[in-house]
């Protein structure tokens, strides 16, 4: 499998195993399947409710001899109510007790947004926190410090736009080594892609299917259908694949990573194969044609009324 190089040498996997949305019961059966299938990059967070479990199947998975720690990499991610940089240490010391595992390959600040510390999901816009009273870059301060501990191997970003990216990067002493943002030929974002490579930032595609299985809640009701788009489809068709493996072919070849959830045994193997389906420029270029600038995770949840966050200040783009 491809890998995506660090400055020091460490390779992650381009594919990697998603675990949100992945129910406790399932995601356990599911890691335990994916490592024993090939899989070598697990991407987890403690808000996706499920660490624990991911913890125990991969414990599992190396006293069986399956594969070792240092053959694994590990994503988390710090949650919003940890923005704090005194509480960045405990955070992490949580979510590397909960996957049982002395250190993690990377650790991510999750969102550009800010709760109060007792604070898990707010139901009120008292819940949220400005980035004026709790600065990113005070928030990065503190993970340069779980760097330095060698707990985190590496640290980055998620959900940055460019401009918060840059911002960050600027006032930092280790700059972000990762961006894990939503990408699909439906938003490829070529501002972002030019900005981390600028900066010497990888890249992350989370939902580069589309979400499909997102709940309800967050679903618009005539949205579109990424993995039923025709151009999608007939690309699938002339190259012997999937329309997913199409997708995922699209960020593995540019040296993109991605990270599909899926507990089902058929498709985190049709997920997997997807780093062997060779795309053609111009199949290349017409995904790429297919960019329309729409998020399937919005980040509406956090623009409340009266919350300190909107979706133009979120994404730093014009509003609508």
């Known amino acids: ?60 998975a190396i006293a069986a001899g399956v594969l070792t720690r240092e053959e694994l990499w590990i994503t988390s991610k710090l949650w919003n109510n940890a923005h704090a940089p005194e509480d960045v240490l405990p955070a992490l ?100 892609v030019a900005c981390a490579r600028e900066l010497g930032c990888h890249l992350t595609a989370y939902s580069p299917l589309g979400s499909p299985d997102r709940p309800p809640g967050l679903k618009a009701a005539d949205e579109p259908v990424l993995l039923e788009d025709p151009a999608v489809v007939a690309i699938a068709q002339q190259r012997g694949g999937s329309p997913a493996q199409v997708l995922l072919a699209w960020s593995l070849q540019r040296g993109i990573a991605a990270i599909p959830k899926s507990v089902n045994a058929t498709r985190l193997r049709q997920n997997l194969d997807a780093c062997a389906l060779q795309l053609s420029p111009e199949d290349l270029g017409a995904l790429d044609q297919l960019d329309r600038h729409r998020r399937y995770v919005s980040g509406d949840l956090w623009a409340m009324p009266g919350a300190p966050y909107n979706l133009a200040s979120l994404w730093d783009e014009p509003a609508g």
């Open 93 to 192: 010391e949580r979510t590397l007790q909960d996957l049982q595992t002395p250190y993690l390959d990377l650790w991510l600040i999750h969102w550009p947004v800010a709760f109060k510390p007792e604070v898990v999901f707010p139901e009120t816009p008292d819940g949220f926190l400005s980035l004026e009273a709790q600065p990113l870059g005070a928030t990065w301060k503190g993970m340069e410090v779980v760097l330095k501990a060698g707990l985190a191997r590496h640290i980055g970003v998620s959900n940055m736009s460019p401009t918060k990216l840059r911002a960050i990067a600027a006032s930092a002493t280790h700059p972000p080594e990762m961006n894990q943002v939503e990408r699909h030929p439906y938003l490829a974002q070529p501002e972002l």
């Open 1 to 60: 499998m491809s890998t995506i190089r660090f400055a020091n040498g460490d390779e992650m996997p381009l594919l990697g195993l998603g675990t949100w949305k992945s129910k406790p019961g399932e995601v356990y059966e599911a890691v335990k399947l994916a490592l024993e299938m090939g899989y070598r990059h697990l991407d987890c967070a403690p808000i996706y409710g499920n660490e624990r479990e991911v913890g125990q199947a991969v414990a599992e």
